[in-house]
């Protein structure tokens, strides 16, 4: 199962900087990030659901960065692998990303998928 805090404290320990360090001019795309993490009910669906989200994602005029993809297994024991697929999709603003989720071609997609998931955790987080 995945546990959120360990989930955070990962997130939070790997993104560690200094004071003078501002995390939100390394290049990132947007300043709001939108972290999707997926297990599956069904193996057999990862491919298509991949395929679905490429296709459909990054369509929507909201959307200033997205990314999908599958765990990476690098033998530590404190990264999560208990998922399918993970998705990063990044906004301008909170504006945005509220539309976002009542654009049409999400909420398609959302309805589709949904119901598929054995199992799901989403994190919101600006720089």
């Known amino acids: 199962m995945l546990c959120a805090a360990s989930l955070v404290h990962g997130a939070i320990s790997g993104c560690a900087s200094s004071p003078r360090t501002n995390s939100a001019s390394r290049d990132m795309p947007a300043p709001l990030q939108h972290v999707v993490l997926v297990d599956l009910a069904d193996d057999n669906d ?8 490429d296709a459909m994602l990054p369509t929507i005029p ?48 959302v309805q589709t998928w949904r119901p598929k998931w054995k199992k799901s955790f989403i994190v919101d987080f600006a720089p």
């Open 62 to 109: 909201m959307v200033k960065g997205y990314v999908c993809g599958a765990p990476v297994d690098i033998g530590r024991a404190n990264v999560h692998k208990d998922y399918d697929l993970g998705i990063i999709v990044q906004f301008d603003s909170v504006e945005d990303y509220k539309a976002y989720l009542e654009h049409p071609i999400h909420v398609e997609l």
């Open 46 to 53: 990862i491919a298509a659901m991949r395929a679905a989200s």
